[in-house]
């Protein structure tokens, strides 16, 4: 058990699961129980995307935990939110087949660790760079930290005349509960995430400190008439329609770069009576350009999970700027 704590090397990790990641099943959940040779257990679960989303999975983690401690003696007494469908009616788009973006390319993983004292500081430098009336959080400082240090890690290998061709699309996930025009309850079980996309430029050194400013200008449109269209329909249908055009009219290369931020979800509470979880992490993706951010479990500093095409890595692993700003012993 020790070089899951010591030296966890992401894609070892994935044998802890049931299925593998990214991998098309007909099973809403999969749970897999581990144990070692040093009395240690391990749980793996994996559930699949099309009935939840990542606060649904950690709810549902807590609710069998809480049971396993014998706190709920009968279904009665399990709080439960089970409405998604109607709130968000499901719907068929022929037209689309979700399955055809989900490619496996020859990706790697490494786990980068944050301290809170340096996120602090990226949030003090950023916030005297950007013209912004709110200081960016810890996870908008963070992404734009990465993201810069991707930039230029990257572009070394890129002719002017291809870097200039490429088009990039940086995505960010939004949970939708507190939007709603009755905001819902943490254990709403279902998909209430939005995906907002921005299209960041570059200066000349490859920085990108508008990043922040175009994400929350995004993310200010996820009002109540948006989530009014979203249920509808026509909002989520639209913006599919809006998307493949975008992309099909694209002349060069388009990069994406997705950031998912679990901070402040109840990744370290579940307990089933033998105290809570020393460590918790996600899976290692297989799409490139991934970054999953946790808390730390103590001192206030950040995770970040990160998935990137092998010669990408190579070099953002190197990057002077982020070995000076992280930790990096998980490089197996």
């Given at each position: 058990m020790l070089w899951i704590l010591d030296s966890p090397v992401p894609y070892e990790i994935t044998k802890l699961l049931p299925f593998?990641?990214?991998?098309?099943?007909?099973?809403?959940?999969g749970v897999q129980l581990n144990v070692f040779e040093c009395g240690g257990i391990a749980i793996g679960a994996c559930m699949s995307h099309k009935i939840a989303d990542a606060m649904s999975y950690f709810m549902f983690i807590q609710t069998w935990a809480a049971i396993?401690?014998?706190?709920?003696?009968?279904?009665?007494?399990?709080?439960?939110?089970?409405?998604?469908?109607?709130?968000?009616?499901?719907?068929?788009?022929?037209?689309?087949?979700?399955?055809?973006?989900?490619?496996?390319?020859?990706?790697?993983?490494?786990?980068?660790?944050?301290?809170?004292?340096?996120?602090?500081?990226?949030?003090?430098?950023?916030?005297?760079?950007?013209?912004?009336?709110?200081?960016?959080s810890r996870v908008e400082a963070l992404s734009t930290f990465i993201w810069?240090?991707?930039?230029?890690?990257?572009?070394?290998a890129?002719?002017?005349?291809?870097?200039?061709?490429?088009?990039?699309?940086?995505?960010?996930?939004?949970?939708?509960?507190?939007?709603?025009?009755?905001?819902?309850?943490?254990?709403?079980?279902?998909?209430?995430?939005?995906?907002?996309?921005?299209?960041?430029?570059?200066?000349?050194?490859?920085?990108?400190?508008?990043?922040?400013?175009k994400l929350r200008e995004e993310i200010r449109k996820i009002d109540r008439d948006y989530i009014l269209k979203l249920q509808e329909g026509s909002e989520y249908l639209d913006s599919?329609?809006?998307?493949?055009?975008?992309?099909?009219?694209?002349?060069?290369?388009?990069?994406?770069f997705t950031f998912t931020a679990l901070c402040r979800f109840p990744v370290y509470d579940a307990d089933f009576g033998w105290g809570k979880p020393?460590?918790?992490?996600?899976?290692?993706?297989?799409?490139?350009?991934?970054?999953?951010?946790?808390?730390?479990?103590?001192?206030?500093?950040?995770?970040?999970?990160?998935?990137?095409?092998?010669?990408d890595m190579a070099r953002f692993q190197n990057d002077k700027e982020l070995l000076l700003h992280s930790s990096t012993k998980y490089l197996n």
């Amino acid at each position: 058990m020790l070089w899951i704590l010591d030296s966890p090397v992401p894609y070892e990790i994935t044998k802890l699961l049931p299925f593998g990641m990214d991998e098309i099943v007909d099973t809403p959940l999969g749970v897999q129980l581990n144990v070692f040779e040093c009395g240690g257990i391990a749980i793996g679960a994996c559930m699949s995307h099309k009935i939840a989303d990542a606060m649904s999975y950690f709810m549902f983690i807590q609710t069998w935990a809480a049971i396993a401690r014998g706190e709920a003696r009968d279904y009665n007494e399990i709080n439960t939110h089970f409405v998604s469908s109607t709130l968000v009616p499901p719907r068929d788009i022929p037209w689309y087949d979700p399955n055809k973006t989900i490619t496996k390319p020859n990706t790697v993983s490494r786990i980068f660790v944050f301290d809170a004292s340096v996120i602090d500081g990226l949030k003090a430098k950023y916030a005297e760079k950007m013209a912004l009336q709110k200081p960016p959080s810890r996870v908008e400082a963070l992404s734009t930290f990465i993201w810069t240090r991707f930039i230029s890690s990257t572009q070394v290998a890129v002719a002017a005349s291809d870097q200039r061709s490429r088009f990039y699309v940086v995505a960010h996930t939004v949970n939708l509960r507190s939007r709603m025009d009755l905001p819902l309850p943490a254990l709403a079980f279902g998909n209430y995430y939005r995906a907002v996309k921005a299209f960041p430029s570059l200066d000349d050194k490859g920085e990108c400190y508008e990043l922040v400013e175009k994400l929350r200008e995004e993310i200010r449109k996820i009002d109540r008439d948006y989530i009014l269209k979203l249920q509808e329909g026509s909002e989520y249908l639209d913006s599919l329609r809006e998307d493949l055009r975008r992309f099909e009219n694209i002349k060069g290369e388009v990069v994406p770069f997705t950031f998912t931020a679990l901070c402040r979800f109840p990744v370290y509470d579940a307990d089933f009576g033998w105290g809570k979880p020393i460590w918790a992490c996600p899976p290692a993706w297989k799409v490139k350009n991934v970054v999953v951010f946790t808390d730390t479990k103590f001192g206030g500093g950040i995770e970040a999970h990160i998935s990137m095409m092998e010669e990408d890595m190579a070099r953002f692993q190197n990057d002077k700027e982020l070995l000076l700003h992280s930790s990096t012993k998980y490089l197996n």
